[in-house]
């Protein structure tokens, strides 16, 4: 069973950066650089959002018009772990940030609190 733990969030300034990571574990057969991942966020009162996603081999990533420029998304196949740079972060970032594997169907994290504030 694919298991996947995400850190690295908290409170920060607007203007601040954050790294988010997501470490994957629970491989069988399948190994960590199958996987397209992805990191969604769910602000209070919102429906969930992509924010960036990375192809397995990480020769594609894809951005929310919202984050583009601000945020990067990468992965270590080496470490199973999938990364979130937030740079330039406002108050609407704030949000459970999530991550996802997906090969065929999709597992997902419970996430970790970004909160942007002064």
Known sequence: QVQL???GGGLVQPGGSLRLSCA?????LLTFSLFDMSWYRQAPGKERELVASITRAGGSTNYA????????ISRDNAKNTVYLQMNSLKP???????????L???Y????TLVTVSS
């Open 92 to 102: 609407e970032d704030t949000a459970v940030y999530l991550c996802k594997a997906a």
């Open 65 to 72: 018009d919202s984050v583009k420029g601000r945020f990067t």
């Open 24 to 28: 994957a574990s629970g491989f069988t």
């Open 5 to 7: 733990v995400e850190s």
């Open 108 to 111: 997902w994290g419970k996430g």
């Open 104 to 106: 065929g169907m999709d």
